[in-house]
């Protein structure tokens, strides 16, 4: 999967924003792929070694029709295992999704109540028919604190759902249209290059998500809001 290597932050800024979009995993809780390394380790894989899998073939792999909802578990467990197999590490769908559900950040949280007080707020997610609700989470304390979280949002978009993910434009579109707002009038928020690149094609300021700290200045900068 390619990566935007530009400033984190990109768009001419700061302008009048309604809406502010949010991806969930690796946004409002720790990086997937740090769970994934984890797993890579113990198998003994080499590091990244998922994330370079998902990144053959993005719109067609396993991973792509699982988040789309075109394939089962248990068809996506098979599915990624020859994917990996043929990269020359063989691992079940299954124990990728185990490592799906992150921390989540409580000072992040606390942004989007603040952020929630001055503008439209959705999450646009890649998601999974796994774990538990939008974020997939496991477990029941933390499924009650991530559905705790889905709450605050007054529109939640998913890929499993909707039948289309990140990076098409469509989703982004659909976001809008149900918020009421245009795209240029939206700031996006993604720990994923590729995925800010068309909600910036589409007119929205995109705030890249490298850490907590640094996406949250970056949209103190956009929005002229303080976070503590």
């Known amino acids: 999967m390619s990566e935007d290597s530009s400033n984190p932050l990109s768009g001419d800024f700061p302008r009048p924003a309604a809406a502010i979009l949010w991806d ?3 946004v409002f809780t720790s990086s997937p792929f740090e769970a994934f390394n984890t797993l890579e380790e113990r198998l003994g894989a080499p590091k990244d070694f998922i ?3 998902n990144a053959i ?3 067609t792999n ?3 029709k699982f988040e789309s909802n075109s394939v089962s578990l248990d068809e996506f467990d098979a599915l990624f295992a020859n994917e990996s197999e043929a990269r020359g590490h063989r691992i079940p769908g299954k124990d990728v999704i185990a490592m799906l559900s992150g921390t989540l950040r409580p000072r992040m949280v606390g942004v989007l109540k603040l952020c ?3 503008y439209k707020v959705a999450c646009i997610t890649n998601n999974v ?8 989470a496991r477990g029941k304390s933390k499924a009650n604190a991530v559905a705790e979280v889905m709450a605050m949002f007054d529109l939640v978009v998913e890929s499993s759902v909707e039948g289309v993910r990140k990076p098409d434009p469509e989703i982004y579109r659909i976001a809008c249209d149900r918020l ?3 795209c240029a009038e939206a ?3 993604d720990d994923l290059g590729i995925n800010l690149k068309p909600a910036k094609a589409l007119g929205m300021q995109t705030i890249k998500v490298v850490s907590q700290d640094q996406a949250i200045d970056d949209l103190s900068t956009l929005t002229g809001l303080t976070f503590a």
């Open 24 to 26: 969930f995993g690796g």
């Open 51 to 53: 994330r370079q899998t």
């Open 57 to 59: 073939n993005p719109d």
């Open 62 to 64: 396993a991973w792509a």
């Open 116 to 118: 929630k007080q001055h």
């Open 129 to 136: 028919k796994a774990g538990e609700g939008p974020g997939m």
């Open 180 to 182: 009421g707002v245009d």
């Open 187 to 189: 700031i996006f928020l």
